[in-house]
């Protein structure tokens, strides 16, 4: 009988605890302040560095998935030529939508860009070196998480390594440029830095901006 008893204790115990939250509603304000800061301060740097990074990895996929799908579909209708302004993050609603779902702000750079807004910050400069570094080194390149301080920004990057000749008719040798291209990219980009690129080198990487206080809402 009283193991019973006991038994029906410790579950009612737990009934109060999983339904804790139902509770949640009739609690003074202060308290419930209270705790919602308690909660923030139970997660930690690493959930918040785990939650951006697949966050990050997914949002530089779905969009990198996107890029190679309209590029190719532009090319195959009209060429290079007509392919050339896709590779402008700008052409892409997605970017836009994703931007707001996730608030976050997102861009490509690199050292040898060829859009002048792709051009790194100091920040980024040094993570692009990091990769060059490690791609020198022959070690596998991943994703990168940083909080930028002072400030309650994080930033995310994913490198970008030329993955196919396709890049090349663009990205590539003089020769492997057309002529027709060369002279859209003389016109469009007169400063492009963007060329003579080889299979697998550090094209530039992904580069997004989270706010710290999205990320932790979301945990
Ligand atoms: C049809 C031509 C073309 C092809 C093919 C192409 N690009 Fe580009 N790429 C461009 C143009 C034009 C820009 C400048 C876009 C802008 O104004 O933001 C650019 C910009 C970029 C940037 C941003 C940094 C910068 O230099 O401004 C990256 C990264 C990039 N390309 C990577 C690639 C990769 C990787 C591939 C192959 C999967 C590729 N591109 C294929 C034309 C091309």
């Known amino acids: 009988m009283k193991l019973i008893f006991r038994f029906s204790y410790v579950f009612f115990a737990i009934l109060v605890w999983s339904c804790g939250f139902s509770t949640e509603k009739r609690r003074p304000q202060e308290i419930q302040e209270s705790q919602e800061e308690r909660a923030v301060k139970k997660v930690s740097e690493a959930d918040i560095i785990n939650k951006t990074k697949y966050l990050g990895d997914s949002i530089s996929q779905k969009v990198g998935g996107v890029f190679m799908a309209k590029i190719s579909e532009e090319y195959a209708d009209g060429g290079f030529k007509a392919a050339a302004k896709f590779c402008s993050m700008n052409a892409y609603p997605l970017t836009d939508s994703l931007?707001?779902?996730?608030?976050?702000?997102?861009?490509?750079?690199?050292?040898?860009?060829?859009?002048?807004?792709?051009?790194?910050?100091?920040?980024?400069?040094?993570?692009?070196?990091?990769y060059e570094y490690s791609i020198e080194q022959g070690d596998k390149l991943g994703?990168?998480?940083?909080?930028?301080?002072?400030?309650d920004t994080i930033l995310y990057n994913n490198p970008i390594?030329?993955?196919?000749?396709?890049c090349l008719n663009c990205h590539g040798s003089q020769d492997q440029i057309s002529e027709e291209v060369q002279a859209i990219l003389k016109d469009e980009y007169p400063n492009d830095k963007a060329t003579g690129y080889e299979l697998g080198d550090l094209r530039g990487m992904w580069s997004l901006k989270f706010l710290k206080k999205e990320i932790v809402q979301s945990l």
């Open 99 to 130: 931007a707001k779902e996730y608030k976050v702000f997102l861009k490509r750079v690199s050292n040898k860009y060829r859009n002048p807004n792709n051009a790194p910050s100091e920040m980024e400069k040094g993570i692009l070196e990091a």
């Open 161 to 166: 390594r030329i993955p196919s000749e396709f």
């Open 143 to 151: 994703s990168n998480v940083q909080f930028i301080r002072p400030g």
